[in-house]
């Protein structure tokens, strides 16, 4: 966060200051709203969540060093009160912005944006200083609260930027317009019980496009026409990437590189040159492809970009982390969310990482809210058959069973349980899994899988 004095931020956002002893006193660091990540000249943004108050933590916040509160009414410690903390954190996000004039870049799609922004974060940051989204933090609070990270150094800002409905990415992008923005893919996660369609979900991710300048990059997967459907939506220059031969930057000659891995040629309008990932999973080809992309506009010499893809980790936790075990199972953990298309890529990634070891899948329901059908599941049941899946184990009721039942009476082969739940799942895991093993480990967050592959992982 670049200085300012709590008056600066007060007339900034409209705040008016109670129990502030001090209005010269300045933040110096970025804002949280969680008070347990609070850091010493930081300010604590109190806000009301659906079990949570974060007004309740203001005095615990003070203790950790915040400065103020940015409240929406007096908490008894130094706090600008405003109307409405989520719109206060924008205008601040806004205002710095302005001040220090980094390059934004911002990326959306239904599927893959932390796996890229972390690449992309890790290609750029060899090159000059950059501040990324932390996690998933690409909503209404994320946003600002990254651009908030950025300081007078802060050359690229990379925001990932989700779109749950329409307008959500006119309001991120207005917060924090980029000069780039990317859209990976428009898929089925999230939507199918309520009624909307891939062209619903075409419409809310193409305002990112629509928010770019004339003299701006929009950079569109070539491999996804509803992706491709947004390009009469911009002004800004339009960039292809992906498989496509008309894509201006892409993978070629794709093949395995072993243990799960993928290598692949990075084609650019400036050159070619080699890439093997240290991510597992074909899928995160796409993810390169689209980093690839934005490092390219940038001005990224092409063998620069595929020094920083290989040199490249993982980042993010909960997606396809991989743990090794001293008695030879792998963990494949990939319970932090899934959908129809991260289930698939992630059953096969898992699977090409254990070639003639034993795979064990544990399953749960995808989808939030239970909007994923049925008929989703019965078709992961019959990949984990075809795949050539081992073991399986489905927790909980519903969608898990239909997915067991499917695998099997696809296969013979695989040996199919169910359990109610995730205390069940470790039990029978714990019980079933031998040396040797590659186990994966899925479902949609709300399973609470995690637990699950943390058990298995630290057995
Ligand atoms: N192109 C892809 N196709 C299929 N699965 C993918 C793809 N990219 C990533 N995944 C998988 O999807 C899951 C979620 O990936 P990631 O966290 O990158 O997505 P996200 O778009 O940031 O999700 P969220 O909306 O929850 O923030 C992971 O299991 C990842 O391995
Ligand atoms: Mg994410």
Same mark, same amino acid.
């Given at each position: ?172 992008? /207005? ?6 923005? &990317? $859209?990976?893919?428009? !898929?089925? %996660?999230? +939507? =199918?019980?309520?009624?909307? *369609? ?59 590189? /072993? ?6 040629? &990075? $084609?650019?309008?400036? !050159?070619? %040159?080699? +890439? =093997?990932?240290?991510?597992? *999973? ?72 254990? !070639? ?104």
């Amino acid at each position: 966060m670049i200085p300012m004095t709590l008056e600066e931020i007060a007339q900034v956002v409209g705040a008016t200051p109670y129990d502030v002893g001090d209005p010269g006193a300045l933040v110096t660091a970025p804002a949280a709203v969680d008070s347990r990540e609070v850091v010493p000249g930081g300010l604590f943004a109190a806000t009301v969540g659906a079990r949570v108050d974060g007004h309740d933590y203001a005095g615990v916040a003070m203790a950790a060093g915040a400065v103020a509160v940015l409240a929406s009414r007096p908490v008894g410690v130094p706090a600008l009160v405003v109307e409405d903390v989520q719109v206060a954190l924008g205008l601040l996000a806004r205002h710095v912005l302005g001040r220090i004039g980094p390059v934004v870049i911002g990326l959306t799609g239904s599927v893959g944006k932390t796996t890229t922004k972390d690449l992309l974060a890790q290609v750029l940051e060899r090159h000059a200083a950059t501040v990324a989204t932390d996690r998933s933090f690409n909503n209404e609070l994320g946003l600002p609260l990254t651009v908030l990270r950025a300081d007078a150094g802060t050359r690229y800002l990379v925001l990932e930027m989700g779109a749950g409905r329409k307008g959500d990415l006119t309001y991120l992008t /207005g917060i924090a317009p980029p000069q780039v923005g &990317l $859209v990976l893919n428009v !898929g089925s %996660a999230h +939507v =199918e019980r309520m009624g909307a *369609g891939p062209a619903d979900i075409a419409e809310a991710k193409g305002e990112l496009v629509a928010a770019l300048p004339a003299d701006g990059f929009a950079l569109l997967n070539a491999d996804d026409p509803y992706v491709m459907g947004m390009a009469g939506r911009t002004k800004a220059q339009i960039v292809r990437f992906g498989r496509s031969p008309q894509a201006a930057v892409r993978a070629g000659d794709v093949r395995p590189a /072993g243990r799960g891995r993928t290598a692949f040629e &990075l $084609v650019t309008p400036s !050159g070619r %040159a080699p +890439v =093997e990932l240290d991510l597992i *999973g074909e899928h995160q080809v796409a993810a390169d492809e689209a980093a690839a992309a934005v490092a390219t506009v940038l001005g990224l010499d092409t063998r620069e970009i595929a020094a920083g893809l290989n040199a490249a980790r993982r980042r993010s936790s909960g997606r396809l982390e991989i743990v090794e075990r001293a008695d030879g199972v792998t963990v494949v953990d990939d319970a932090y969310n899934a959908s129809p298309e991260s289930m698939r890529a992630g059953l096969r990634a898992a699977r090409a990482l254990a !070639g003639n070891r034993r795979s064990v899948a544990v399953l749960g329901a995808m989808g939030q809210q239970a909007d994923v059908s049925r008929a989703r599941h019965t078709e992961i049941g019959r990949l984990v058959a075809e795949l050539g899946y081992d073991l399986l184990i489905a927790v909980g009721s519903g969608d898990p069973v239909a997915l067991a039942g499917e695998a099997a009476a696809a296969s013979r082969n695989v040996s199919v349980h169910a359990v109610e739940d995730v205390a069940g799942a470790i039990t029978l895991a714990t019980a079933l899994i031998q040396p040797g093993d590659v186990v994966f480990v899925k479902a949609s967050s709300e399973v609470g899988l995690g637990a699950c592959a943390r058990a298995l992982a630290g057995a």
